[in-house]
């Protein structure tokens, strides 16, 4: 018996004595083979992306092609530009004016459509209000400045403005935020609002009112206006909604005016 006792307090004590030994060891965690060569040469995670792939890149790359490729061909009555209205002129008769005029918000429309039907879009209302009006104060100001700057004749010879579209920047603008607001639920909102914008630039030029550098750097406009709108916008108001009742409407006035009704109703 006094043997048996002797054992196990020999075993009790080498397990003992054995604990400090095994606490020294580092923890590991079974290994990963999935992940072996994510990262072969160990460098940090944590590295900054280069501009190549930074947000900035990627909101600009492609509007400044297509705004560099209209400022390349805007070469008035000749080279692309002479033969594409060459065959617009024969393909198509010009239409009513007003008709573009009004096309030009049909994106935020659709917008606002969409928001009543009850589709959560990526900002709430007071936010994309706020994006939206700095969109247009960025597109409003740039193709205007181009415009007097460049001096470019329209194909009908009613001034010196043609180079950029601004239809087309405008219809463009309200597409690209359509479709930013929208494509995590689905991407036929955007496909449906660029082809409100595309339409409005095929019908500038059937109109006589453009060229096709015109409309491409218009659309190029368009869309960075809206990117970089979004980009400088902090949401300082938040996710929550200010106030209730609060309804976004476009609106037509006649005699070509178009604009937006604005409601709201704030908390009691």
């Known amino acids: 018996m006094r043997s048996f006792i002797l054992t196990r307090f020999a075993a009790v004590a080498l397990l003992l004595s054995s604990l400090p030994a095994y606490a020294q060891l580092p923890a590991t965690a079974p290994s990963d083979t999935t992940k072996k060569y994510e990262n072969p040469k160990g460098v940090s995670t944590g590295a900054k992306a280069t501009f190549f792939k930074s947000k900035l890149f990627r909101a600009v790359a492609i509007p400044a092609v297509m705004i560099t490729y209209g400022a390349i061909t805007a070469q008035g009555d000749a080279g692309i530009n002479h033969s594409s209205q060459e065959f617009v002129r024969k393909q198509f008769r010009p239409v009513s004016t007003g008709f573009d005029n009004t096309l030009i918000i049909a994106p935020y429309f659709e917008l606002a459509a969409v928001a009543i039907a009850g589709v959560e879009s990526r900002n709430?209302?007071?936010?994309?209000?706020?994006?939206?009006?700095?969109?247009?104060?960025?597109?409003?100001?740039?193709?205007?400045?181009?415009?007097?700057?460049?001096?470019?004749?329209?194909?009908?010879?009613?001034?010196?403005?043609?180079?950029?579209?601004?239809?087309?920047?405008?219809?463009?603008?309200?597409?690209?935020?359509?479709?930013?607001?929208?494509?995590?639920?689905?991407?036929?909102?955007?496909?449906?609002?660029?082809?409100?914008?595309?339409?409005?630039?095929?019908?500038?030029?059937?109109?006589?009112?453009?060229?096709?550098?015109?409309?491409?750097?218009?659309?190029?406009?368009?869309?960075?206006?809206?990117?970089?709108?979004?980009?400088?916008?902090?949401?300082?108001w938040g996710r929550k909604s200010i106030g209730r009742d609060i309804g976004m409407v476009p609106a037509y006035f006649g005699g070509g005016a178009t604009g937006m009704s604005i409601s709201w109703r704030p908390k009691k």
């Open 124 to 236: 709430d209302r007071v936010n994309t209000l706020l994006i939206i009006a700095k969109g247009e104060a960025i597109m409003l100001a740039s193709t205007f400045a181009v415009k007097y700057l460049r001096g470019e004749p329209r194909p009908n010879g009613s001034d010196n403005l043609s180079f950029p579209s601004g239809h087309t920047a405008q219809a463009f603008l309200a597409a690209s935020i359509v479709h930013t607001e929208f494509r995590d639920k689905s991407q036929w909102y955007g496909v449906g609002a660029y082809t409100i914008a595309t339409s409005v630039a095929a019908l500038r030029m059937i109109n006589d009112k453009h060229w096709q550098s015109d409309v491409v750097a218009g659309a190029g406009f368009g869309i960075l206006s809206a990117h970089l709108a979004y980009l400088s916008h902090r949401n300082r």
